[in-house]
């Protein structure tokens, strides 16, 4: 229970310094001139970070009038996308969830102090990825059935924010934010392919939001415990001036279904097997937003809407 997952023989070998860059979409948009999405935020009337401070303490934010409005529009958009054109189906989940769930996935017990939990001894889900994947514990699936894939829009719950400074300024980095997650169930044979697509799932958000980002194949040692390789995602944040993670997509072959007991019958009368899970957030919220803030900001303090987002926003411009 305290030891991660096996890397895949493919993934390099190192910490952080040895991530690999595998691909990039678009052009960054230089930093001269472009102002943090804190300053642009507050000026615009649709970030208070003061607000979320003083209701909940440091380490939460408000998001008001065509902030909220964003945030709505972002989830409408991206659960759309993934449950009419990537063939998701769409599910509504619990918030909080039980020792054995948050152990289903691995968060527990390695990292039971990120968690919050209450004290009937409920945690608040870091991830819909705890929940969605617990929705097939203990079960044995038909091949036939495979590959299955879910999606659910939620709130996330860390308490582990990063210290202060300025790499936590704004909305990089919060102890509750919106998600979108997908995951997948597959068989062993397919995994590896599983992981592309699930990654392409995440990249296709990007794409028609139209910001530039770049793939990320993780090195060993900077990879989750659960994970058996990921490819992280990474806006380009003008602003700010840095490149920020804004999905990791993770394969974990076996590590979580056997946990779960995650299984599936090769055939009829055949001995079950344990199945592959796969999951990716696509995407998570603020950072999404950060990126549109400081990409689409104009010289007279309005934010362009991106196209795909305006049938839900209602609008071309936050102003």
């Known amino acids: 229970m305290q030891l991660p997952n096996i890397p895949l023989a493919d993934v390099p070998d190192g910490g952080e310094e040895s991530n690999r860059i595998v691909r990039a979409w678009g052009e960054p948009r230089d930093s001269a001139g472009v102002r943090p999405h804190w300053e642009i935020g507050e000026q615009l009337g649709i970030l208070d970070l003061a607000a979320g ?171 989750g415990f659960s994970s058996a390789k990921t490819y992280d995602l990474e806006l380009w944040a003008p602003g700010v001036g840095k490149w920020l993670e804004v999905s990791s997509c993770s394969s974990f072959g076996d590590f979580q279904a056997r946990r779960a007991n995650i299984r599936y019958r090769p055939a009829p009368g055949e001995k079950p097997r344990f199945v592959h899970t796969l999951n990716g957030s696509a995407l998570a919220f603020p950072r999404t937003i950060i990126a549109i803030l400081e990409h689409y900001q104009n010289p007279d303090g309005t934010v362009t809407i991106p196209d795909a987002l305006r049938p839900y926003f209602g609008g071309d411009l936050l102003s």
């Open 53 to 223: 401070s003083k209701i909940s303490g440091s380490g939460f934010i408000v998001l008001k009038r065509g902030g909220a409005k964003l945030v709505r529009a972002l989830m409408s958009f991206m659960l759309d996308l993934h449950t009419r054109e990537h063939g998701y189906d769409e599910m509504s989940v619990p918030f909080l969830v039980t020792r054995e769930t948050m152990t289903g996935t691995g968060q527990l017990p390695k990292f039971e102090d990120d968690a919050y939990r209450t004290d009937d001894d409920l945690f608040l889900i870091p991830t819909a990825e705890v929940p969605v994947t617990n929705l097939l514990r203990g079960e044995i699936l038909e091949a036939s059935t495979l590959p299955r894939a879910l999606t659910a829009y939620t709130p996330c719950f860390r308490r582990e924010a990063g210290a202060a400074g300025k790499d936590t300024r704004g909305m990089i980095r919060v102890h509750q934010f919106d998600k979108v997650e997908l995951v997948r169930f597959t068989t062993p044979e397919r995994s590896a392919q599983e992981l592309e697509t699930l990654t392409s799932h995440a990249e296709r958000v990007l794409q028609l939001l139209e910001l530039p980002y770049r793939v990320l194949l993780l090195a060993a040692g900077d990879m």
